[in-house]
């Protein structure tokens, strides 16, 4: 289209007050040629905002600069509709908040902030929504216990058919097997009766769920919104068209058989806490030998909490050991009940069983077990080592002792690993793909993916998702996991969760729908655009994409999946050939922001030092160095990217040569406790430098010269000394030779 653009400068939040409001109209209309430039002291407010529609509809504005405040603030004020592009200049909290007023430095910042901003207005294009074929708003939920019930329940509730696949014969997975649940309803002191059955009447009854029992998913193929889920129920192979799916096939506790040391499997009265379940649902509690049960041990963390099994807490042992010792007390108020823990977890309104169980009479033993031993009738011996009070305890024998065994995903057994590059030489991207994903193929969703069968899972074995930043959203765009196959949880916790799950497929429905990013980056209509032409088919965007938002054809060319995208550019940083670009997000469009900025001679003893900032993490940090008035290097440009993955490396060739005397990369913590939105973005970007030395070499400059640094939204306070830091660094290295050039 043709291009009309229009600069507004806001001079309200003491930007007027700081900095020359004609010298920077002047940047807008004489070198910039903008042929509307206007100011308004309230650009946000009703006046202001007239300004710009009157504009709009009149002067035929459809490119709209405004020079204000954050883009993280106040964007839904400046949506003016699909049809005009939008930029944003950042002057108050990255420029006048946090250097001085009237400062030939900060006059500078705002200056070359307002040529970058036009720089990429000029080669922004209108994003255009991609439109699927036959898609449909079905919901498929895998596993039928009660976070898949409840999933299944919530979705056709909410106006969503769904479809429940469970490969057991019946419904209801580990709820079937309890005596009694926990309690789930005032006053939470006494376990109640276990309302699986009611909830499958209600589910079966349910006019907009189909359920598939004896079935397990064969294939799952295409992307949100149009995924072909292939069902084989006993040998019949049944189809249906889906537009989300959760992932519920929960947890199975953790094998006995390793927790010798705890007498499993070497006397017959250590049995695990299913076992004791079972044994309640017959009436009461007996022995292997029939004996009636006077007096019961329960053991907490069997085998969780150990680096040598499971090193996490698997969230429900607690409460199910205190509702199992209410089984005895009914039986025979008189019996004895120790529970030796390493600390008793009891969230919620939980709290009030634990004092119910105390008040009854319940021998507490913080403390290790040190050993288990048998007498001559069978009895057992427990000796512990008491934590508060660091003496030993012996214990008069008791008839049971139980095991609060540990809970393991289902996710976690597989036939075998895949690992990503292992399968075709063509992967092996010269060390550049160090991060990939090992997924198991535990045959529960297989997924027609080239990255694999299955989700990627994080170190124990559960699904990706971040219990902070992204709850539910594992890295196969529309695919959402949900109760104890995400995360160890009780019974309220999974309800809680399928509810929450749901609500994110209902989202991920209704927004691929319209063609437009699911999440982080909810509601953005571009996609990566592929100039096939000039692929060379390294493969570098299939085996770095954290989604699996592009397979290959039999000739290895890509084959984009727009629906599953995330939006953040991996892909583009990955190509060597740059060969993938979004309509408003572009390697050229980067290069012209940085050729954008005026580079002062090396006698004005002025450095430049380009930011390029991770706009999740790292760009709402340096805002809150501005709300928090802190001042920082007037030496930086900030340029924010969508990822600190979608850095290309021909960036920091384009910088050096500008004569720009160092970059910061300020991306987002990585590793296990990771806060990147895109998964491996920062991470990637960190292994791609591992190029950067022999780019500057080339061009006769310092490495260090280049920096990264992890940073989160919290740690804006280390923005100054990250700053001073580097600056001083450029400082000894001397200005960049190719200043001036």
């Known amino acids: 289209m043709d291009k009309k653009t229009g600069v507004y400068i806001c001079t309200g939040c003491e930007i007027g007050d700081s900095l020359d409001i004609a010298a920077l109209s002047k940047v807008a209309t004489k070198e910039g040629k903008v042929p509307v430039c206007k100011t308004h002291s309230f650009m946000c407010g009703s006046e202001g905002l007239a300004l710009i529609k009157s504009d709009i509809e009149s002067e035929g ?13 106040n964007y839904d004020v400046f949506d003016f509709g699909p049809s005009i592009i939008m930029e944003r200049t950042n002057l108050r909290e990255q420029i006048t908040w946090c250097h001085p007023a009237n400062d030939e430095d900060t006059q500078m910042m705002a ?31 895998v596993g039928g216990g009660l976070t898949g ?6 979705g056709a509730k909410a106006g969503y058919k769904t479809v429940l696949v469970e490969k057991s014969p019946v419904l209801g997975g580990w709820m079937n097997g309890l005596y009694k649940q926990a309690p789930q309803k005032s006053p939470y002191t006494a376990p109640e009766e276990v309302d699986i059955a009611e909830r499958v009447k209600e589910l079966e009854a349910h006019p907009d769920v189909t359920v598939y029992v004896g079935s397990e998913m064969q294939e799952i193929a295409g992307a949100p919104g149009m995924f072909d889920a292939t069902i084989n129920q006993n040998g019949t192979i049944i189809t249906e068209r889906i537009g989300s799916v959760i992932l519920a096939t929960g947890a199975v506790p953790y094998d006995p058989t390793k927790l010798g040391h705890l007498g499993y499997g070497k006397y017959e009265n250590v049995i695990t806490s299913q076992k004791l379940e079972e044994l309640a649902s017959k009436g009461k509690i007996l022995r292997s030998d029939g004996k009636e049960v006077q007096s019961i041990a329960f053991i907490q963390c069997a085998g969780s909490r150990d680096t040598e099994h499971l090193p996490y807490c698997s969230g429900t042992c607690c409460v199910e050991s205190l509702k199992q010792a209410t089984y005895l007390k009914e039986q025979n108020p008189e019996a004895t009940v120790y529970i030796f823990n390493k600390d008793i977890r009891t969230p919620g309104q939980y709290e009030r069983l634990y004092k119910r169980v105390q008040k009854d009479g319940a021998i507490f033993v913080r403390g290790e077990i040190t050993s288990i031993q048998e007498d001559d009738e069978k009895n057992l011996v427990i000796e512990a080592a008491d ?33 990503q590059g292992e399968s075709d030489e063509c992967d092996k991207t010269d060390g550049e793909s160090s991060v990939e994903p090992v997924i198991l193929k535990s045959n529960l969703l297989n997924l027609a993916y080239r990255q694999g069968p299955e989700m990627p899972t994080l170190k124990y074995g559960f699904p990706d998702s971040h219990f902070i930043c992204f709850p539910y959203e594992t890295r196969r765009t529309g695919i959402y996991a949900a109760g104890s196959v995400r995360a160890p949880m009780d019974e309220i916790s999974s309800i809680e969760d399928a509810t929450g799950a749901v609500m994110k497929a209902v989202q991920c429905i209704e927004i691929s729908a319209t063609g437009a990013a699911v999440h982080p980056r909810v509601g953005d209509m571009s996609f990566p655009d592929f100039a096939m032409q000039r692929c060379t088919q390294c493969k570098r965007c299939t085996v770095e994409c954290p989604f699996g938002a592009i397979n290959e054809d ?32 572009s390697v050229p469009m980067v290069g012209n922001m940085i050729k954008a900025i005026e580079v002062p001679e090396e006698d004005e003893e002025k450095p430049r030092i380009l930011i390029f900032a991770c706009e999740n993490d790292a760009y709402p940090a340096l805002d809150m160095a501005g709300i928090n008035r802190l001042s920082y290097n007037a030496w930086v440009r900030v340029i924010p990217v969508r990822c600190l993955g979608s850095l290309n490396i021909v960036w920091i060739a384009d910088t050096m040569s500008q004569g720009i005397d160092g970059i910061l990369l300020l991306g987002c913590k990585h590793g296990d406790d990771y806060q990147c939105h895109f998964i491996q973005g920062s991470e990637l970007a960190e292994v791609r430098l591992g190029k950067v030395a022999e780019t500057l070499n080339r061009l006769d400059l310092e490495s260090d010269r280049v920096r990264m640094e992890q940073i989160s939204i919290a740690d804006y306070d280390k923005i100054p000394d990250i700053l001073d830091s580097f600056a001083k660094r450029l400082d000894e290295l001397g200005p960049n030779p190719y200043k001036g050039f």
């Open 61 to 73: 504005v459809n490119t709209v600069v405004i020079a204000a405040c954050s883009p993280r603030v």
């Open 111 to 141: 200056e070359d902030s307002l040529r970058m901003s036009l720089a990429k207005a000029k080669h922004t294009e209108l994003t255009e929504p991609y439109q699927g074929e036959n898609m449909v708003k079905t919901i498929l939920v």
């Open 149 to 154: 019930i409840t999933a299944a329940l919530e």
């Open 387 to 419: 934590v508060l009070s660091g003496s030993g305890i012996n214990t008069e024998s008791v008839d049971l002792v139980v095991l609060a065994t540990g809970m393991v995903p289902t996710t976690a057994f597989g036939e075998n690993l895949i690992e």
């Open 554 to 585: 039999d000739k290895f060319n890509p084959l984009p999946n727009p629906t599953r995208c995330r939006r953040c550019g991996i892909c583009m940083g990955a190509c060597p050939e740059r060969i993938i670009s979004f309509k408003n997000y």
